[in-house]
């Protein structure tokens, strides 16, 4: 829409007007938050996350702020240590995958030929598989644990990254300053290095972002099928399984979801605002 | 005893059942000829829905090897003698009207009684019983141990039946009043319909897709209508029945696990007994009108294999480590945490209530000794060790929340457990490699002597501890003198002194620690007031042939 | 196009193949499902085992396994169920239907509320109602739909008692006469209004958890796409021409957004269909994806891999479909 605006200027002013908006403060708010506690819940939970310290199954109180578990041990201990154990595995799930799938697709994308088929073919089985099936299979075959469980996961999530990353290639490929770049003979490595991944980063990154946070669900949906993190582990899907045993306690299913919600929420708003602030067109909107 | 591994799947998907038409029009096809039995007045045409976790996994009565099995063997078969649910003592007459044994407990002889029939209107013979026996002895499936030994059954007239063992067998008489694998069958109606077989090799016959149609072959009040996979299990009742008609037009056996749902169904009236509800929701059930929470005693036990046999369970070689672990477990912590308190210790791998438990000492946290007796064994630091467990619930125990319990407890002896959850399969996979050296199991009763439990958890050749298979090579250590208490025991007919030689052999499996009782379950019912529940059934848990009887 | 659409269709087998594969030496790395069907005590008698490996097809090499499961897909058999001992493509088709109305419904909820609510977030963008609906949309695809599950069931059926419980009728009732497998019609077909009414108040909390999870993704695509549409020469062509707003509305805008819905609404019922797993397990739903998880846990070979071949080829199919579909509603694409 605003053709008019003056190149230079734009992203600065993008940059500040999607800033100031609510989405992206709130998930500013939410990961500064997570981020502080999963670094710092040591200092200050107010019990042991292990240890029994009051009768079991009491609902959420002044001593208790999200009530006591099935063994009672303070839930709201456990679900500020479930960030050390949800956070940063999701983020070395995204991480891996995001490396495999660029280095697949990049691969794939300037070779061309068989080198592209069999990747790409390999990338269309995964991605037919039946995504939850196939992190099952997969994490049954390797045994249960959060390791494998993440492993399960990559091999799920790298595909997508895979064909965003050679449809990128592809068309990078034939713009002219790579097409320069070819002709007077650098190496294809640097070609792809150089010049191909830097404009491709974009998209993946947008994507990873909004992408951690259904890491987080699909793994805890592993959990809550036992094929995680095993107890006393306080992981937030392993959570949420041992409430869904009470019924009628619905706080110890309750927290740790909401937990998961706020994540979710964040990076979801964090990647559409680093989508606005590079994809022109959408942040006119 | 099914210890642990009745996995099939648990909680299998499947379509409601809708063979049942199938199923009916098959049953009443068997039943064929004459309907004019005297059938028709007996019982209402009450309904009854049973809900509980239905762990079946085949309808071949010598193949069934789960708590659902005894609870619908209790009503589709029968057995030559049944146990007394007022006092497991005591024999009743069953499809035999006499018994007796010969002096060294090799042969015993049952005569039938002339009246029973099965539900095709057939008469059972001592052929069937001859058939029946020798078909579990050789299906290699979860019973078979129970007719080990076996050399054969004479029947020298229709009536008569002799049942010989190779070895004295003085248990028999209350082996034979149980339900898995000593259940007779009608033996024409499964060589000709379900092409099943007796002989060596009866592992092989493929009768029990014939059974998964939703069929059975026995003589009690009930026959199986339908049946689907892991959803239910309908019997109706079976109109020929020989004896007293039951009281209901049928029962249905339906899948529910979680206890706010059997909770709302008892209230809606959509169910009449409800097995699985949680102990924590018990007193919420009692407030229900119409309704019945009663927390029975029972003879089901879970305990801790400490195999040191196992690779990695070199730490637990020393005995000293494990009569620490057996102290340092706080038992009332962990009764109050699985099961709300209902709950009891128990001495060690026999049942609370056998005859010769009674004086054994039950187990209590003594942290200082438990400390003192690591130190002994030179184990003061502590050490780590794996639990790999079978994540599941079991008579009404959550299987994690037991185990993180015991992982605390542990701690303060500076045990470090790492727990290691994993399914059924994979676990009895393990167990089966023996390569787990802790791991909790289960254990439920076939028949109400010691003599079993101490052939397969005591310190004797013909035990393997409850761990599993043996590891290839590894040789338990035995005790003589267990060993030729036990023999004299197996010898001798009279009951208290049996007890008195159990009470012994109790004595050294408590020192020895390499199975640990951890708690004794009450079993809870819910049921509608107009359909009491007194007793746990020796034979079956809840005995369908007498429901609504008493 | 029908070179194009067959070639694809000449693909699908190789893929399921890669499937079948992947499915088979993934499940294969560890675990033995020998203990599961033989049992415990019997691991020990080597003869016992021999004859349980022959009988499911154990025996022999990896590789010989996997060929002769292969042999026999080609036949149209799919192996026999090591659990329910029956063979799995009738336990599939058995369970399919069930499956198949919960995704019905989901999507049902899904499209209609996605759309609606889409649109009603365009119109009144930026009001208050269009940060409402965006926030509910936001929130139904940011959860496990297992947690919603629970919450829901312990809100609305345990603590206020308004809506049924687990399974897909009540306790004591028996399912209609089976000619679709839906429960709903098949009430129907044998004129039974009450049990009807019982089959599908089951399915509401299950597919309105399921169909929530779906509005997110369309709803957010629906305000998009309508709203860059509005603003689109054509549009502005259409009203300076004096065409009315509510037809310029329906007939290009409405028509434009729908054709990203499309995409989304048949990836998502593919992906519903094993996707579902989570929720039928807790509404104890006896569809394929229950039949799945199940499968895996009892290391059901067979099954796993029956039910693996049924989504991939749902998937597939449904993406030729949606790819075709599309071309239709928008002639400027052009599949090649």
């Given at each position: 829409m605003n053709v008019a605006a003056p190149v230079g200027t734009g992203r600065v002013k993008r940059f500040a007007a999607t800033l100031r908006r609510p989405s992206l403060a709130f998930a500013a708010v939410v990961i500064v938050f997570w981020l502080l506690v999963l670094l710092t819940v040591q200092w200050w939970a107010p019990y042991d996350p292990f240890e029994e310290v009051g009768r079991r199954l009491q609902p959420p109180s002044g001593t208790y702020w999200f009530g006591t578990d099935e063994l009672g041990r303070d839930l709201f201990t456990r679900v500020m240590y479930g960030a050390r154990e949800s956070l940063p595995i999701a983020a070395a799930v995204i991480v891996v995958a995001v490396t495999i799938g660029t280095v697949m697709g990049a691969v794939a994308g300037y070779f061309g030929g068989w080198v592209d088929s069999i990747v790409m073919r390999l990338a269309d089985v995964l991605m037919a598989f039946p995504a939850l099936l196939l992190a099952m299979v997969v994490s049954v075959g390797l045994g249960p644990g959060p390791r494998n469980a993440a492993i399960a996961v990559v091999v799920v999530w790298w595909p997508g990254y895979a064909r965003l990353v050679r449809g990128q290639v592809l068309t990078i490929r034939t713009r002219e300053h790579v097409e320069a770049a070819i002709t007077i003979g650098a190496g294809r490595s640097r070609v792809i290095g150089k010049h191909v991944l830097p404009m491709a980063f974009t998209p993946i990154m947008v994507n990873a972002t909004s992408d951690i946070g259904q890491v987080v669900i699909v793994m805890s949906s592993l959990s809550f099928l036992g094929l995680g993190t095993a107890p006393p582990v306080p992981e937030w899907g392993a959570l949420i399984t041992s409430g869904s045993k009470f019924f009628f306690q619905w706080w110890i299913a309750g927290a740790p979801g909401l937990a998961i919600l706020t994540v979710v929420v964040g990076f979801n708003f964090l990647g559409d605002g680093l989508r606005d602030l590079f994809d022109r067109r959408s942040a006119d909107r | 005893m099914r210890s642990g591994p009745v996995l099939g799947s648990r909680r299998r998907a499947a379509r409601a059942a809708i063979g049942a038409l199938v199923a009916v029009s098959m049953v009443a096809a068997c039943g064929g000829g004459d309907d004019n039995s005297g059938g028709g007045g007996g019982g209402s045409s009450r309904e009854i829905v049973i809900l509980r976790d239905t762990d079946l996994s085949t309808l071949d009565p010598h193949r069934m090897w789960c708590d659902t099995c005894m609870i619908v063997l209790s009503g589709v078969y029968e057995r030559l003698v049944n146990v007394d649910p007022s006092n497991p003592n005591n024999l009743l007459p069953g499809l035999a009207t006499s018994w007796s044994a010969n002096a060294d407990s090799t042969e015993f002889t049952f005569t039938l009684d002339p009246k029973a029939t099965f539900a095709d209107g057939s008469p059972v013979t001592s052929a069937d019983v001859k058939w029946s026996f020798e078909r579990s002895a050789n299906m290699n499936a979860g019973g078979s141990f129970l007719l080990a030994g076996l050399a054969g059954v004479d029947t020298p007239d229709a009536a008569t039946a002799v049942v010989k063992f190779e070895k004295p067998n003085s248990p028999f008489l209350k082996i034979a009043g149980a339900a898995l694998a000593l259940s007779i069958a009608n033996s024409k109606l499964l060589t000709t319909e379900a092409k099943a077989t007796t002989g060596p090799g009866a592992d092989k016959d493929e009768a029990d897709t014939w059974f998964a149609e939703g069929r059975s072959a026995g003589s009690g009040p009930y026959t199986i209508t339908s049946y689907t996979t892991d959803q239910s299990i309908v019997l109706e009742r079976n109109e020929k029945y020989w004896g007293t008609k039951a009281p209901f037009a049928s029962i249905a056996i339906k899948e529910a696990t979680d206890s706010a749902g059997q909770l709302l169904q008892m209230q809606s009236g959509d169910a009449d007994i409800a097995m699985n509800i949680s102990f924590d929701s018990m007193a919420e059930a009692d407030t229900i009108e119409g309704v019945d929470a009663v927390a029975l005693d029972s003879f089901n036990f879970i305990h801790l294999n400490l195999n040191h046999y196992a690779p990695g369970g070199e730490e637990l070689a020393d005995a000293k480590v494990r009569q620490a672990i057996r102290y340092a477990i706080d038992y009332d912590k962990l009764i109050e945490a699985t099961l709300a308190g209902n709950g009891r210790v128990q001495a060690t791998a026999i049942p609370n209530g056998f005859p010769g438990t009674e004086s054994l000492e039950l187990p209590a946290r003594d942290l200082d000794k438990a400390k003192q007796l690591m130190a002994d064994a030179g184990k003061a630091d502590g050490f780590s060790i794996e639990a790999q467990y079978f994540k599941a619930n079991v008579y009404g125990v959550d299987f994690d929340t037991m185990m993180q319990r015991i992982q605390q407890d542990l701690k303060d002896i500076d045990i470090d457990l790492q727990l290691k959850p994993v399914d059924g399969p994979q676990w009895v996979d393990a167990m089966s490699a023996t390569d787990i050296p802790f791991t909790p199991v289960y254990f439920a009763p076939d028949?109400?002597?010691?003599a079993e439990y101490i052939q397969y958890f005591g310190p004797v050749s013909t035990s393997n501890r409850g761990f599993g298979v043996p590891v290839p090579g590894a040789t338990y250590e035995n005790d003589a003198t267990a060993e030729a208490t036990l023999a004299e025991a197996l010898a001798l007919g009279d009951a208290a002194a049996r007890a008195k030689l159990y009470t012994e052999l109790g004595q050294i499996m408590i020192d020895q620690s390499e199975v640990i009782a951890l708690v004794n379950p009450k079993t809870l019912f819910v049921t509608k007031s107009d359909i009491p529940i007194k007793y746990l059934s020796p034979c079956c848990i809840l005995d369908l042939s007498r429901l609504g009887t008493e | 196009m029908g070179r194009y659409i067959l070639r694809r269709i000449a693909v699908m087998p190789l893929i399921l193949l890669g499937i079948v594969t992947v499915a088979f030496f993934a499940s294969h790395v560890v675990g033995d499902p020998l203990a599961s069907i033989v049992g415990l005590k019997a691991l020990n008698r080597p003869e016992v085992v021999e004859s349980a490996k022959e009988r499911w097809g154990l025996d022999g090499s990896l590789f010989e396994q996997y060929i002769r499961y292969l042999g026999n897909l080609l036949h149209g058999d799919f192996g026999t169920s090591f659990t329910t001992r029956k063979p799995v493509l009738d336990d599939v088709l058995d369970r399919f239907p069930a499956t198949a109305e919960l995704t019905m419904v989901a999507m049902f909820i899904g499209g209609v509320g996605g759309i609606g609510l889409g649109v009603l977030a365009a119109a009144r963008r930026g009001r208050f109602a269009d940060v409402g609906i965006r926030l509910f949309a936001l929130v139904g695809a940011s959860v496990p739909v297992f947690w919603t599950g629970l919450i829901m069931l312990s809100v609305f059926y345990a603590r206020l008692g308004w809506l049924p419980g687990p399974g897909r009728l009540d306790g004591r009732s028996d399912p209609p006469i089976d000619r679709t497998g839906l429960y709903t019609v098949d009430a129907l077909l044998q004129g039974d209004v009450a049990l009807f009414r019982e089959a599908f108040a089951h399915l509401l909390l299950p597919g309105f958890v399921l169909g929530w999870a779906l509005i997110g993704g369309i709803a957010r695509t629906v305000r998009a796409t309508v709203l860059d549409e509005l603003h689109a020469d054509y549009v502005r062509t259409a009203r300076a021409k004096g065409v009315k707003e509510r037809s310029v509305f329906i007939g290009h805008v409405l028509r434009n957004a729908m054709l990203p819905v499309l995409t989304l609404l048949g990836l998502s019922f593919a992906a519903l269909l094993t996707g579902a797993a989570l929720i039928e397990t807790v509404f104890q739903w006896n569809g394929i994806g229950y039949y799945a998880v199940a499968a895996t846990r009892s290391l059901d070979f067979p099954a796993v891999y029956g039910t693996a071949i049924l989504g991939g080829l749902v998937f597939l199919v449904v993406n030729l479909v949606t790819d075709i579909l599309y071309s239709f509603a928008d002639p400027k694409v052009r599949l090649s």
């Open positions: - | 028949y109400i002597d010691a | -």
